[in-house]
């Protein structure tokens, strides 16, 4: 799984502990392990990729609710999404994660 957009999330992880910590992500085709960080970051790559934008909905979820996430909480929200996105078409699934 490759993470794309870490490099857009620096002004959006100011003052987000523990980015450093480690987990591991089992989605559904595999299991990586993964920093919060990266978590974020392609939480942030699947959402572009699959509305096009980063929508206020979940601008608002990333400043109020997973930056204050540990990173199996947030492995869980990712992992509950991909899962999302394999049951509904996994061709899509197989592009967004890349």
């Known amino acids: 799984m490759r993470i794309e957009f870490e490099h857009l999330l ?53 400043e109020q609710k997973y930056r204050h996430m540990n990173a199996s909480q947030l492995a869980k929200e990712m992992c509950d999404r991909l899962q999302e996105i394999f049951d509904w078409d996994e061709t899509v699934y197989a592009r967004v994660l890349g």
Not at 21 to 38: A, F, L, Q, R, S
């Open 10 to 62: 620096d002004n959006e992880i100011k003052g987000i502990e523990n980015l450093d910590e480690t987990v591991e992500v089992c989605y559904p085709t595999g299991c990586v392990d993964m920093t919060k960080k990266e978590i974020l970051a392609k939480m942030c790559e699947i959402e572009f990729k699959m509305t096009g934008t980063w929508t206020h909905e979940f601008l608002d979820d990333l």
